[in-house]
């Protein structure tokens, strides 16, 4: 399998679906002529020309209205958002329109259609674009929500979202555009919600998604040294959310603890919590902990916006409390 | 079908009793049918219907403790209606797998529970994705079957909520410092006896399937918490069913649960009698004041003024057919002194002393079990005659166990009055979070030298308990004075 980065693995897969369904075509601020503020569409509109490609005005709610008009119609557009802060501007197409029609029309018309956006902190871009919105598309019913953590992912998702007949929001992380890893050849799906264990382990289940995987599993790979074996679970789909994979995995490694990018209340990790606790509950030896960013909007000075964002010290050393709660010596399971 | 909960009857009930079932399984209800009687913590009342059907079943036995808002019973059409013995106690008793295929149709709110708690999260107005159809079916099963396991141990932590309240109540008001990381946990209800017991869910379903006593157990975990690694110690120990052979021949290997009673003989020496909610609470609000620091001031105040003074009283009312007591005018009088004493009308807070700006007089009355204290309120501005009749039906309503809870809760100070059982002198023990209690000894001829010469006069016994906290000798002592020379000087009492 070739090795490549999370940024090509998305291009080339915006590039292959739209060689395969003439259906599919892209909609955003940019994305044509500038190939894309992060060049996930570069090439695409030499490749397949304005028709396909089409770069709208600063105007969200109105591009993103054409294309629920468009899919309602049949046609299956995959926007961008700049970013995914700016999709609060289209918040009541998104929210209201693309999430409803299905059900609020008795199942007439679908909405087909795709919504790409980074998001995420750890940029110095500030407050106002460095924020992780998932949980507030997460909770609406009617939408998918996708979190790839690795270019696999990125090809697998991005091709199940587009080939779905709901919409579906594909959450990128701007942190991971350059990250690299191999990612299989030919058509590569990744069924929408499934969450699979990215790192197996038997001393304690870290659930994370996204950008948060990288953070678990480095994490993962330093505790090992000390005899503590951390098994890693991969969301990778928000809603709907895979309670299965990692309440099982619960049940093995008897603790649990929760890593996301967002801030701590009322997030993924708040869900992810609850729902270990209906599907695990008798398994736990310890309360489930929460790992998460400061309830801060993110500094733009970077030690203040390092120091908000969780990382691989925080996230070690409530692994330890949770394991130092539970009296691990580090040999039971040997 | 509709669950009969406990219901809150008071602001401050947490819980209560189920003294008596009036109506049984199958039986007809109609509404406004008195279902059962309810004790809480210092009275009886009646639960009510509020729903016509047949009462399906009774959850709780006679004699249970329920917190509030707990299914006590269940109401339908009767078709419900389980002729067996409902035991919702067999906690851990069998296969859970069959328990769970056991569970009668008449429990249908469960198991639907279940299944919604199951399904919800993952249900999506679009019907289309297979995928999630897939997942959310796969979990209704597991959340479910988990649900079910912890299902037996509400009766557990059910009936020991009683402890971790009132280890919460004996601990004091200052336990609000829950951490957010919740590593303190205050989930685990306690297991059994008096102290809440802390483990963590793996240890009491290890524990559970082991056979072994949690409690027998040193919790190595945070705050003594029990975790698996201390469940797994004492199995490799030797504890629990494993071994339990063994331990049925006498090969009682080391460290067994220490913690199994004495085998209670069915004796003809020891009788236990069970203790109502309000001996419960008495002893509970009693011993908080172990460790109070009291003091005792008696006086005795030359009575015949005061018995005249009730003689009179008595003879002009006589048409209106009121008759007072001396403890009615000792709560006038008592009222009386406090409103020019305001220091000792207060209560401990704490951290502070609270001054009680109206006077509420509490009046101890024996019970068959137990002790009750209803309250005279603004006895300051009520008549003798008023509180005459007032006190006279709080004490008979006392005796029938049917005071509402404002009736005996609330007071600023008590009196205790032991006079009528020939108890010349005797201290009370302050009713908290009072300042002061005061004892009344009973009237008696004694001779007296006033002048040089020798009188016979009637005398009595006040005794004032003192929490020293709020109260210092002097300040107390100045009021027993002024009590002391009202009750001697009758008309002040009135005036």
């Known amino acids: 399998m070739p090795v490549i980065s999370y940024r090509e693995a998305l291009n080339s897969t915006l590039r292959s679906e739209m060689q395969r369904d003439e259906d599919v075509f892209l909609i955003g601020e940019e994305i044509g002529t500038f190939e894309g503020s992060y060049k996930i569409t570069e090439g695409l509109l030499e490749e397949f020309g304005p028709k396909r490609v089409r770069d709208t005005p600063i105007s969200e709610e109105g591009f993103t209205g054409i294309a629920i008009g468009a899919a309602m119609l049949g046609l299956r557009p995959v926007l961008e958002y700049m970013t995914l802060n700016f999709s609060l501007l289209a918040l009541d197409q998104v929210v209201n329109h693309a999430a409803k029609i299905y059900t609020m029309f008795g199942g007439q018309t679908a909405v087909p259609m795709v919504i790409r956006a980074p998001g995420g902190g750890g940029q110095q871009l500030a407050a106002t674009h460095s924020q992780n919105l998932e949980v507030w598309y997460a909770h609406v019913p009617g939408l998918k929500l996708v979190a790839p953590s690795n270019p696999a992912d990125a090809k697998g998702l991005l091709t199940a979202a587009i080939r779905d007949d709901d919409p579906v929001i594909v959450l990128e992380n701007l942190s991971l555009y350059n990250t690299k890893g191999e990612v299989p050849d030919g058509d590569h799906v990744t069924e ?143 | 079908m509709t669950d009969i909960t406990m219901p809150r009857l008071s602001d401050t009930m947490e819980e209560g009793v189920i003294s008596h079932w009036h109506k049984q399984v199958g039986d007809e209800v109609h509404k406004g049918d008195t279902l059962a009687d309810i004790e809480t913590d210092k009275t009886t009342m009646e639960l009510e219907a509020y729903d016509a059907g047949i009462l399906e079943r009774l959850l709780v036995s006679e004699g249970d403790t329920m917190s509030v808002g707990e299914p006590i019973a269940v109401v339908g059409d009767g078709s419900g209606v389980d002729d067996g013995s409902e035991d919702q106690d067999d906690e851990g008793a069998g296969d859970e797998d069959e328990r769970t295929a056991d569970t009668p149709d008449d429990e249908p709110a469960d198991g639907d529970e279940d299944e919604r708690t199951a399904d919800t999260p993952d249900e999506e107005p679009v019907p289309d994705g297979d995928e999630e159809e897939r997942t959310a079916d796969a979990e209704s099963e597991e959340p479910a079957r988990t649900s079910d396991e912890t299902r037996p141990d509400v009766d557990e932590a059910r009936s020991d909520s009683d402890e971790v309240e009132s280890d919460e109540e004996t601990a004091g008001p200052a336990s609000d410092d829950a951490e957010p990381t919740g590593t303190e946990d205050a989930s685990s209800p306690p297991d059994d006896g008096g102290q809440p017991l802390f483990r963590s869910p793996l240890a009491r379903k290890l524990a559970r399937e082991n056979d072994i006593e949690l409690r027998s157990l040193d919790g190595s975990g945070p705050g003594g918490r029990i975790v698996r690694a201390d469940v797994e110690k004492a199995l490799e120990a030797g504890a629990g069913a494993d071994v339990g052979d063994d331990r049925a021949r006498g090969g009682a290997s080391s460290p067994a649960p220490a913690a199994v009673p004495e085998p209670a003989t069915a004796g003809e020496a020891d009788d236990e009698v069970r203790i109502n909610a309000n001996q419960r609470i008495t002893a509970e609000r009693l011993s908080q004041m172990a460790g109070v620091p009291t003091f005792h001031l008696s006086t005795t105040i030359d009575a015949d003024a005061l018995l005249a003074f009730r003689r009179e009283v008595n003879d002009r009312l006589e048409e209106v057919g009121t008759r007072i007591s001396v403890t009615d005018l000792l709560v006038r009088a008592a009222a009386v002194a406090l409103r020019s004493h305001p220091e000792v009308n207060s209560a401990w807070g704490g951290d502070k002393i609270i001054r009680r700006g109206r006077v509420h007089i509490g009046l101890a009355v024996a019970l068959e079990a137990g002790l009750i204290v209803p309250v005279v309120r603004d006895a300051d501005r009520k008549s003798v005659g008023q509180i005459a009749a007032e006190s006279g039906d709080l004490a008979t309503r006392a005796r029938e166990g049917k005071l509402e809870p404002h009736e005996y809760q609330g007071s600023t100070f008590s009196i205790s009055n032991l006079g009528m059982f020939s108890i010349g002198e005797f201290d009370a023990i302050i009713n908290p979070p009072e300042a002061a209690i005061l004892a009344v000894g009973a009237a008696g001829e004694e001779p007296v030298l006033r002048d040089g010469e020798l009188h016979s006069r009637t005398v009595m016994t006040l005794t004032l308990t003192v929490d020293h906290r709020v109260l210092n000798g002097a300040v107390a002592a100045a009021f027993l004075q002024e009590l002391q020379a009202v009750l001697e000087e009758p008309l002040r009492i009135v005036v």
Do not use: N
């Open chain 1, 192 to 334: 929408i919600g499934t969450a699979t264990v990215a790192r197996q382990g038997s001393d304690i289940t870290v659930i994370s998604y996204s950008r948060g995987i990288r953070t678990a599993l480095q994490v993962a790979e330093e505790l090992e040294e000390d005899g503590v074996s951390v098994e890693v679970v991969d969301l990778r789909s928000l809603r709907p959310l895979d309670r299965r994979t990692f309440c099982e995995s619960v049940r093995r490694t008897t603790r649990a603890v929760v890593h996301e990018d967002d801030w701590l209340s009322y997030g993924i990790g708040a869900e992810v919590a609850a729902s270990v606790q209906e599907g695990a509950f008798d398994f736990l030896d310890a309360p489930v902990r929460r790992v998460a960013a400061a309830e801060v909007p993110l500094p733009y000075a970077k030690p203040l916006e390092r120091a908000a964002l969780p990382d691989t010290d925080d996230l070690r050393r409530v692994i330890r409390d949770v394991l130092d709660a539970t009296s691990f010596t580090g040999q039971e399971k040997s």
